[in-house]
């Protein structure tokens, strides 16, 4: 049988002159104390009653938690009792607060699917890529799709983490799919499939790396633009684009393939950018204007992509623009290695309009407005007047003018 009792230790007086109140536990003539966290001075304890005498003022919160601990752990005892499992560290460890896991029959991975199917229907098929790919890659990882959030901890995310640089990723790469299991984590915690006692990213580090510099020069452009081609040829058609996009102040080429007859609006292409959902209002260049009378047609977009029975930020799309992309890509490399250009890609349209107003003297904050970028503080930027849009014209004529 076990046998408890409140009981004061003053042998332990500490420096403001209370002793701490301690549950006494007796268990075959042997015993042992268990800390309440409760400190009162000699002259408030009842040592009769086992008590807070009135005399304190918080008499009554006092004891309603030491009556509160007392049912604890009388509790956590007679069920170790009933097992024949009684023991002081037993009954120690009993009384440990665990983190309880919110018992769901969701696992990981299918609650990874729900959020992703959620992102294609509001036609975010970008975020809903890359979590597959990160969720793909744990799951091979683990080599089954039945993961638990909880058996997903420091250990199998830094294995995990090794796995991936043995395999050749660069820590982008890297970054990217953490980043994408963190976010389905932290909306497990919000939705309670998973207590958050068991968040595991605290002390895993998601490095970044600094991307290579990926800008051309005036010249290098100079050269591409005068390059001989066959008119029609894949890659006189990857040259086109790259061009176009430039001559946009580096329009993703996502964003480019979406263009419609309705975005051009006074001479101007107006357009929402489908990742940022920001709006931008670019003058067409000359240059600009004939490349897009090259494309001129009848369909739904600018440009002879995606076929107007795909729907709209779809999987389809998706996977059109995909393809498009890394079909330019391989065309505008082979390009550019005819004039002695490397690496020449898409995307380097945008890091050399930039690049090129930077080397021209304009402004970091200029640069970034024309890019719709916020440019230091967030919140200090929203007080700060945004150029006229004449001066952003101005900058992307100038910058145009040079290659011509």
């Known amino acids: ?78 069920q170790l009792e009933d ?101 389905i984590y932290n909306k497990a915690i919000k939705a309670k499939l998973v207590d958050r006692s068991f968040y595991p990213f605290t002390e895993i580090s998601i490095k970044t790396a600094r991307t290579a510099k990926r800008a051309i020069t005036i010249d290098d452009l100079a050269k591409l633009s005068k390059l001989e081609l066959r008119p029609n040829s894949k890659e006189w058609h990857a040259r086109n684009y790259f061009f176009l996009s430039f001559n946009l102040i580096g329009i993703s080429f996502t964003d480019l393939v979406y263009l419609k007859p309705e975005n051009i609006v006074k001479g101007r292409v107006v357009y929402r950018r489908r990742k940022t959902k920001k709006e931008y209002s670019i003058k067409l260049t000359t240059m600009a204007q004939q490349l897009l009378c090259l494309y001129r047609q009848t369909g739904k977009y600018l440009l002879p992509v995606l076929s107007a029975r795909i729907e709209e930020d779809s999987t389809d799309s998706k996977k059109v623009i995909q393809q498009f992309i890394k079909t330019t890509n391989k065309w505008l490399s082979r390009t550019g290695k005819q004039v002695q250009i490397e690496n020449l890609t898409t995307y380097v349209s945008r890091h050399t309009w930039a690049t090129t107003a930077k080397r021209l003297g304009y402004s970091n904050e200029l640069i970034a407005e024309a890019l719709g970028h916020e440019y230091g503080n967030k919140i200090t930027n929203i007080y700060l007047d945004t150029f006229d849009q004449s001066v952003v014209d101005e900058v992307n004529e100038r910058i145009v003018k040079l290659i011509e």
């Open 83 to 183: 097992n024949n499992e009684f023991s002081f560290e037993n009954l120690k460890e009993g009384l440990i607060d665990k983190p309880k896991v919110i018992q769901r029959s969701l696992t990981f991975n299918e609650y990874a699917k729900q959020i992703i199917q959620e992102f294609k229907e509001v036609k975010r098929t970008g975020n809903a890529v890359v979590y597959q790919t990160a969720v793909n890659r744990l799951e091979q990882f683990c080599g089954h799709s039945k993961l638990k959030f909880t058996e997903i901890n420091f250990t199998l995310l830094d294995n995990f983490s090794r796995h991936l640089t043995v395999k050749g990723l660069k820590p982008n790469s890297i970054g990217n799919y953490f980043r994408s299991i963190r976010a």
């Open 1 to 78: 049988m076990v046998y408890l009792k409140f009981v004061l230790n003053d042998k332990r007086l500490k420096e403001d002159n209370l002793y701490p109140v301690v549950i006494r536990v007796t268990h075959n003539r042997n015993n042992t104390t268990i800390s309440t966290g409760i400190r009162v001075s000699a002259n408030d304890w009842d040592k009769i009653l086992g008590q807070v005498k009135r005399t304190n003022p918080n008499f009554q919160l006092l004891n309603k938690k030491l009556t509160e601990l007392h049912l604890k752990v009388q509790k956590v005892a007679l």
